[in-house]
């Protein structure tokens, strides 16, 4: 009996089997403790672990799955560097960073020295204690206090402690089992600047022509993850470790994509729901659970490190606390955020054993930290963040604001442009928190209706390319597709439409063309017409014309936040050229909606065409915008958006507000 079910427990079936069933239960079970996922996880590794019931060994299958993991774990965390939020707190971000990277380095090679390591492994366990993990980030945003600056100013700082571990990281592990000199030393750091500045530079413009050219969510998908692999391979290959490379993979790929497109969340949900849950029960498979409390050594270790890890992130906070003028719950939400111990600590632990500068001991002693600051930060953070109160929410001068991408409309048309279409308001909604409506209509004529099953094919489509989308696919029968659209947006509460235009500038008797115009003269809501020509991802700079022609400066606010929102959803700066009398106006609304992403203000040079085409280039979005009636748009823009499609390579937008709207 015992042989029969230690042959099926060979088999792969039965290893992918166990894999998912800890994968799938650790978590829940987790959450009805109140503890983080990942201690679920590493704990159901020790229960099935060699060390446990016996049910995996620690063989090559789950080795090479490990690896795998490993590598998308530190390709997460570059990705979820949030560059912005530092930008915004920069100074005091950078300073608690320091504070929280330096005392708890030099806490960890103090106690390096003292359990005997050599000064590579002091310095090396010092960065492991060094970096943080935002484990109760999720408690943030329940809480409603992500934009409070004590935690922004966490947050931020994490950009810094994760790159600076990872510089001790990438430049110990060159040198482990070499020459130690000084040239070598020198040579290596040279060839460390050289190797991330070809990544973090070179990597976003090698994405964008790729993105430019083909689109598709498998192509994306592929050359994400070759780019990925690839990089990191090339960190081996010049005497680095190859988690050095994902996490600038991480990083050169969070600037060279929209940060909600598809393609990330695709990525993203593949490693979080198998790779990296594999990577850490295998970290749980290797650590053995008795020798806490069987092993002296260990348990010394253990105690230690995490005595050193709350001790030095708290003396951080303190002290960023006694500078800035923060109060005590806010000084203990920042001690509580910062002290969890595992997206950086483990793999540099793990490393640190490779190369031979770390003992078992250390191993099993970091994973006791790991856990034990994974049970107290969201404990910290759930009760002192609690105190703090909600962020106060934006200014809004003038008028209330309401989501304009909150239910956006777009129209199945099957068109060359239509991926694009739905691949914008799909980023669109995903940054403001909206919901997506494919719509599809199919004509009634004599008595029957065409198009049906073809219009049904056509949202399945849609809808298997927005998977993390929240999305309400329609189908509609009506006489007239333009009166379909109208009568949807009435019907659902839209409050954007989204439409293509295929760029022709002259017609008879319409301006985009008839459907075209008979939704947008009679829609009460805004209507976005696109004129793309070329996948999203492939953008890079994104232009908002404010000329004399476009008179909807009544709309001026709007106008800006929306064209924020558009570049920072496909992840591009924003160029605002407008009149010389409007320019202290568009400051003043920058300042006061708090638009936080790049932006930069000049004035229009002559006529706003010409001014226009020096600046936009294939990899450009240009956005006018305009207001009212028929009439009114002939008399205000008249053949703008055909002179712009016609004289200029860039990708166009056209945001149509109603007359009395707004």
Sequence with gaps: MDSILHHLLESPVAFFLIIIAIILAAPLLSERLRLPGVIGL??????????????????EVVRLFAEIGLIYLMFSAGLEVDLQQFSRVRNKAVTFGVLTFMIPLVGGIALGFVIGLDTAGAILLGSAVSSHTLLA?????????????????????????????????????????????????????????????????????????????????????????????GVALLAEAIGLHAVVGAFLAGLAINSALPHRSMVLGRILFFGEALFIPIFLIHSGMITDPVAFFSSGETLAIGVALTAVAYVTKYAAAWIAGRIYGYNGDEVMTMWGLSQAQAAVTLPTVLVGVEIGLFPQAIFSGTMMMILATSITSPLLVARYGKRLGTTEPLPTPGKERPNPFARVLVPVLD???????????????????????????????????????????????????????????MHRVDTHVGRGILHSILEREASMVVMGWRGKKRFAESIFGTTLDEVIWNAKTPVLIGHLGRPINGLEHVILLLAHESTAFEYVDEMVENAAIIAKGINAPLLILTELEYKDLVKRWLVDLKIEHPTTVEIIQGDALTTLAARATEDTLAIISTTGSRQRFRSSLGELPGRIAEKTPAALMVLHYPAGGG
């Design 137 to 229: 980030f999720p408690i943030l945003n329940r809480l409603g206090i992500v934009g409070r600056e004590p935690v922004a100013v966490t947050v931020g700082a994490t950009v810094f402690t994760d790159v600076a571990a990872f510089l001790v990281l990438a430049v110990i592990s060159g040198m482990a089992g070499g020459d130690a000199s000084v040239g070598r030393f020198a040579a290596l750091l040279i060839g460390l600047v050289v190797y991330a500045a070809l990544v973090i530079f070179g990597l976003p413009r090698v994405g964008k022509g790729f993105f430019a050219r083909f689109s598709g969510g498998a192509l994306e998908f592929q050359f994400v993850l070759v780019a990925l692999f």
């Design 415 to 473: 068109t060359d442009e239509q991926e694009h279409l739905l691949a914008l308001a799909g980023i669109l909604v995903r940054e403001k928190e909206g919901v997506l409506m494919p719509l599809h209509i199919s004509l009634a004529a004599s008595g029957k209706v065409i198009g049906m099953a073809h219009g049904d094919d056509m949202l399945d489509d849609e809808m298997m390319l927005q998977p993390d989308t929240q999305c309400e696919p």
């Design 42 to 59: 590493v704990v159901g590794g020790m229960a099935v672990g060699p060390y446990g019931f016996g049910l995996l060994e620690d063989g």
